[in-house]
Every structure is written in structure tokens, then in C-alpha cells.
């Protein structure tokens, strides 16, 4: 076996290799970046070397330094992760030129994958079930369009050596086109250096199946079943499960075969993924094979019970397989959910930050945590602002559906917007529960899974006003015990405000902008001899509840006009999140705008959301725009953000140019409003 592995990542995948490697004693060394001198994958492993700046083009993309780094360190393998060099021919070449085994698919696999057009081809040949589309080298915009009328809309513009949604855009008609070609070829370009679009049918209703398999240097080769990856957003996955519901064996072996059947084409070595659109009648299609390990391979380990970083270290050892097709069984049900630092609400955008406060749910058998940070460290403007992979199994759907909300509800984030009650919401609607899914499932149960479309949130207003009240009073609470040694202490004197006297008060709740009234009285607090907590009359609307309520650790037990009810509760640095077992509500208390701040118009709205490069100019200063159309678009964390004219006016500047490096923040450009 390998003595020693240098892993060519960062973050959670890199510390995800580092603990197998240390578990079959193979010695680590790990490589970082100036942002990450102080990461959770330098700490885990035994050596680690800097290779250079944050951004990962002068660190993580250096192929040659990070060869240089493991030769003087006699390193005989390098693992690259997913991401950065996974899928780089070139570095896989590097590693062979200098007797390193790369822990991958031999440079040849990587070839006939890393395009997408030759890879249809190659598929086609081997008798892979195709989606009907043009994959051709005459890229002329007016022949893509041709092949797209041709086909019929709506159509999949996607780039032939793209991967993570980038360089991909859905076209509905034809006078979308264009725009909808130069965007994609615009983020092909920036995200791959290469434009080269392919043109695709796509498919209205289809789930995303993906088939794990794994092929040795003897020849052999098996599937370890499938994985729904239906769940997207910006064509990037959210929540991954394995097996797929309502998956028959016979269904199951035809796409185990058919992967196979890909694998044995390239004639692949390790682990790869093949990913197939699943239509509603049981029709699939070959879409792109990943010739690396997934995000979401813990999906499968937790139904298999085998690791697969360890599969693969065998196999580049040059070891059979561990185990053949007939000994692979699946046994229960797992999730995996990506906690993101992102912004659901305003279109997923990511985030940055230092993570102040950072407790996930506690591991067992059921529930597993794969994470690259910890508690006080920053989310970056340089890499994918994923936080963790949370990933939950038992034996059946429903059970482990079970874990994944419970979990969810305990996963504790300071400083920093992330996605966790989104995902909640989502897991909890009814079309997830019974496995309605396709990959417009987000777009499809928008409402259900963004409560502030929901008309149901009242009935919800008496909870939150009486969370609101007992958090405070906790706080309060906290406060003057933390003083009870100070006989100076103003909680000390004897006119010291009490937290519960009897009073009545107002309370408006922020609930995602919208703003609810709530009237509270508390009770004279008999606590002491009422095991049920404070009590309060709430008035919401039109009706007066009778409640009784009490905090205990992250639980808030509620009794509701005779309903015994417990919820999670959850305070972060903006507000309050209650997990219920319909949905999680996130709210505030408002607080009025006095007027205090008169320069609140101007250029406000057009102020970086984040650290960015700005990526094209739309308009021309001085020209007439109308409200809604584009005036500058900046690439962020992946992801393009376009500034929009918010009325019929004109931009007078531009106080940045393509290429430009901006902080978050900063103001971007003028703008002048016609006036009215």
C-alpha cells in the first residue's frame, strides 16, 4: 500500500480523505492556500505545505508546484478531491511523468470524458441511450439556433467542458437564444477557457439518477447502485438520496448496465459516476459520466457500508475490488443535505463571513457530519461557500426522512446567512415526502418551501411572539446571574427592572419582510409552582390564545389553548428560528424606521452584494434604459449577479471596468432617474 498521499483539495473533501488514509495507516500531506494557512484539512493532516495566494489559480489550480511540494516530500500518491485538478488530464499526466500514482481514472478516461460533445460520441458508439441533441464542432450561433428550432423548445444549452451548472442555461424559445448563448458561452469562457456550447432536447419532468461505479486495473467493474440528484438549484444539486424511490431492480440493473457498458467504453480505472435523466416512463438518457469521487458519494456508502475513498486507494494500488457485483446490497435509506452559506431568498446568492458560532447535530450511526471548518473560521470569497454535508441513514425512506428534519433543526450557524431552514422547509413539504420529485422541484414547490408565500403563518404568530418574549427574558435573565457577584451591579439595586412583572405590550414581527402585530400579556409568573411555564394571553388577528410556554435548552414546549406542542428553537445574530414539524419559520422583532437616515436613495441599490470581478458592462453611459434591463454583471463565488436599472433612466458611470476586483459593498455605478 501507499506509504504516503499528498490530497491535491481543500475543505471538507480533503479532511473526507485524510481520515481513511489515516485509518489504513498511510501517511498525509496536506497543501493550502493563504486564506486557508489555518484550515481544518492543514490540522488534520501530518504534513502540510503552502503553495501559494488564496485565489485557487496561484494555489490549488498549480499543478507543477503541488508535484514539486510531493516529490521533495516522497510522496507515492496524490488523491485530487472532487474539483480543481480532479478532472485534469494534464495534471494526471504530470503525476505519471514523475512516478506518482494519481488516485483517479488513467488520462485517457479523463480525455474521452472531459468533453462533453466527444463523450456523446463515444457513448453513441458503446450503445448508451442518448437525449436527442447537436454535438458538433461548427459552433456558428446560427447553427446552434438552427438545431435548437429544429428540435423544439425548450432546449438545454450546455458547455462541452463544463461541470456545477456553470456555462448552462435553459432556452424556452427562440427569441431567447441569443442571449441565453452569449451568457452561457460568457460563463463557459470565464469558468473553463473554453466556449465550445453543445445544444440538447430538454426534457420538462425528468429526475436526475446517477449510477456509482467502480472498475479495477484487472478489468473488472461493478455498480454500487443509484442516487437521485433531482433536487437543483442553478442546476446544482441540494438534497441527494440513495436508492431512488420508486427504483425496480429491473430499472435498477438496466442503468447499472448501461453504466457499465460507459465505463468499459473509456476502458475506466476507480471511481466514476455516470448521471442519467430518468423520464416519467422509464426512458433514460445518458448525460455526462464525472470521472472522479461525488460530493455525494456518502449516500452510497451509508447503503452499501463500504468506504470508497478506500476502494479507491485499493484499486490505484493496483488491488482487485474489494468486493463483486453479486456481494453488493443495499441496505436502508440515506440523505445528504448541502448546508451552504448562501441566501435562499435572494436567489441563492453565497455568502461570506466568519462563522462566530458553529454547532452541528452530534454523530452517530445515523447521522454523519462531513465538514472542512470549524467554529470561528471564515467563509471565503475564493472557494465554494459550502459549509458541510449533512447526511442521515436508517432503514427505511420515511425513518430516515425523520433524522434529516430532526438533524436539520439542530444544526446551530452564527454569522453568516446560510441554508438550513430552506432545506428544512424543503424536506418537509409533502411532494418530498412522497418522492414527487424531478429536477423543477424547487421551482415547482416554491410557495411550500418559502413560508413567506405562506397563507398559514398566522396561526403560527402566538408561538413566535411568546419565543420572542422568553428568549429575551432568558437573555435577561443570563445577564443578571453574570452580575450576582457585583454588589455595584445596577441588577443589584432594589428598583432593578424585573423580567416578570406582569405587563401588556405590542409586538411587530418581521416574518421575511412582512410585518405582523401581536398583542402579548404576560401573567403574573408563577413559575414556581406551575411545572408548565410562563403564561400569556396572545391576541394575533382576530384570535385571543391562552398559552403557557417554557425554554429548556433548544426546546420550547408550548401549551396552546389545551395543544401540547414542543418546537426547536434556534437564535442566531438576525433573529429567531422555530423548526416545526410543517416547516421552520425565521423572524425578528421589527424595529421602526425613525427617519434617522435621510441618504437612504442615491446609488444604494447598486452596491456589490459581495467580493467579486465585474464580467461585462451592458449599456453605454448616458444612454436611456428602461427599468429591469441589465447594467453590469459581476461573477461571485461561481455566480453571476446582474445589476438591473430599477426605472427609466440613464448610468452616468461606471466607477468599475471588466476585470476589475470589487469588495463587497462598494458602490458600483451612478444612476440617474428620468424624472416623472
Known amino acids: 500500500m501507499f506509504k504516503k498521499l499528498l490530497i491535491a483539495n481543500r475543505g471538507e473533501i480533503a479532511c473526507r480523505v ?136 425548450p432546449v438545454l444549452l450546455k458547455a462541452a467542458a463544463g461541470g456545477g451548472g456553470k456555462g448552462m442555461r435553459q432556452v424556452w424559445s427562440a427569441n431567447e437564444f441569443e442571449s441565453a448563448l452569449e451568457a452561457a458561452k460568457r460563463e463557459a469562457m470565464n469558468g473553463f477557457g473554453d466556449d465550445h456550447m453543445l445544444v440538447e432536447k430538454y426534457l420538462t419532468q425528468p429526475r436526475h439518477v446517477e449510477i456509482q461505479v467502480f472498475c479495477d486495473q484487472q478489468g473488472n467493474g461493478v455498480y454500487l447502485f443509484e442516487r437521485d440528484c433531482s433536487v437543483q438549484r442553478r442546476h446544482q444539486k441540494v438534497i441527494e438520496e440513495a436508492p431512488a424511490p420508486g427504483m425496480t431492480e429491473e430499472l435498477r440493473k438496466q442503468m447499472g448496465e448501461a453504466a457499465l457498458l460507459a465505463a468499459k467504453a473509456i476502458n475506466y480505472v476507480g471511481a466514476g459516476t455516470v448521471e442519467f435523466l430518468l423520464d416519467s416512463d422509464g426512458s433514460f438518457y445518458f448525460m455526462e459520466m464525472n470521472t472522479r469521487l461525488q460530493v455525494e458519494h456518502p449516500v452510497t456508502e451509508m447503503i452499501t457500508g463500504q468506504d470508497l475513498v478506500s476502494w479507491q486507494l485499493r484499486v490505484a494500488h493496483g488491488e482487485p475490488l474489494p468486493l463483486q457485483q453479486e456481494e453488493l446490497s443495499i441496505n436502508g435509506h440515506a440523505f445528504e443535505a448541502r448546508v451552504y452559506a448562501e441566501d435562499p431568498n435572494n436567489e441563492f446568492l453565497p455568502a461570506t463571513g466568519k462563522l462566530t458560532y458553529l454547532q452541528p447535530p452530534v454523530e452517530n450511526r445515523h447521522v454523519r457530519v462531513d465538514t472542512g471548518v470549524l467554529q470561528g473560521d471564515e467563509v471565503s470569497v475564493y472557494y465554494d461557500p459550502m459549509i458541510a454535508k449533512l447526511i442521515v441513514w436508517d432503514e427505511n425512506r420515511d425513518k430516515a426522512l425523520t433524522r434529516l428534519t430532526k438533524a436539520l433543526s439542530e444544526y446551530r450557524i452564527k454569522g453568516l446567512v446560510n441554508n438550513i431552514p430552506f432545506l428544512y422547509n424543503l424536506a418537509s413539504t409533502s411532494a418530498f415526502r412522497n418522492a414527487e420529485l424531478d429536477t423543477g422541484f424547487i421551482d415547482k414547490h416554491h410557495d411550500a418551501i418559502f413560508v413567506e408565500q405562506s397563507k398559514d403563518i398566522e396561526k403560527y404568530l402566538p408561538m413566535m411572539a411568546v419565543a420572542l418574549i422568553l428568549d429575551k427574558q432568558k437573555q435577561a435573565e443570563n445577564l443578571i446571574a453574570n452580575h450576582n457577584n457585583d454588589p455595584f451591579s445596577p441588577w443589584q439595586l432594589s428598583n432593578a427592572w424585573r423580567a416578570n412583572e406582569t405587563h401588556e405590550q405590542t409586538l411587530s414581527l418581521d416574518v421575511s419582510g412582512e410585518i405582523y402585530t401581536v398583542s402579548l400579556m404576560q401573567l403574573e409568573d408563577n413559575a414556581s409552582r406551575n411545572t408548565a411555564g410562563r403564561r400569556f394571553v396572545v391576541k394575533a388577528g382576530e384570535k385571543t390564545s ?131
Do not use: W
Not at 550 to 568: A, C, F, K
Not at 604 to 618: D, E, I, R, S, Y
Open 18 to 153: 485524510i481520515r481513511t488514509a489515516k485509518q489504513m495507516g498511510i501517511a498525509t500531506v496536506a497543501v493550502y492556500s493563504d486564506a486557508d494557512a489555518h484550515a481544518l484539512h492543514v490540522q488534520h493532516a501530518d504534513e502540510a505545505v503552502h503553495i501559494g495566494g488564496s485565489a485557487a489559480k496561484e494555489s490549488y489550480l498549480l499543478g507543477n508546484k503541488i508535484i514539486e511540494v510531493a516529490k521533495s516530500l516522497g510522496v507515492d500518491a496524490i488523491h485530487p478531491g472532487y474539483g480543481f485538478l480532479s478532472e485534469n488530464a494534464d495534471f494526471a499526466n504530470l503525476c505519471q511523468a514523475n512516478n506518482i500514482t494519481f488516485v483517479g481514472p488513467p488520462v485517457g478516461a479523463i480525455e474521452a470524458m472531459g468533453s462533453k460533445s466527444a463523450a456523446k460520441k463515444i457513448m453513441q458508439e458503446a450503445n448508451v441511450p442518448l437525449v436527442p441533441g447537436y454535438h458538433g464542432d461548427d459552433q456558428a450561433p446560427a447553427t446552434l439556433k438552427k438545431h435548437a428550432d429544429d428540435m423544439g423548445y
Open 546 to 676: 391562552q398559552i403557557s410556554a417554557q425554554i429548556e435548552n433548544d426546546l420550547l414546549q408550548l401549551n396552546i389553548d389545551g395543544h401540547r406542542q414542543t418546537v426547536t428553537i434556534a437564535n442566531d445574530d438576525i433573529g429567531i428560528s422555530l423548526y416545526t414539524n410543517e416547516l421552520v419559520i425565521h423572524f425578528a422583532e421589527h424595529k421602526p424606521d425613525l427617519g434617522l437616515d435621510e441618504d437612504n436613495e442615491g446609488n444604494a441599490g447598486f452596491t456589490a452584494p459581495m467580493n467579486g470581478t465585474v464580467v461585462k458592462l451592458m449599456v453605454e453611459t448616458n444612454a436611456i434604459v428602461e427599468k429591469g434591463q441589465p447594467l453590469m454583471i459581476m461573477e461571485a463565488m461561481k455566480m453571476e449577479h446582474a445589476l438591473t436599472a430599477p426605472a427609466t433612466g440613464k448610468v452616468t458611470e461606471f466607477f468599475y471596468q471588466v476585470g476589475d476586483l470589487v469588495d463587497g459593498g462598494a458602490e458600483l455605478l451612478a444612476f440617474e432617474a428620468e424624472e416623472e
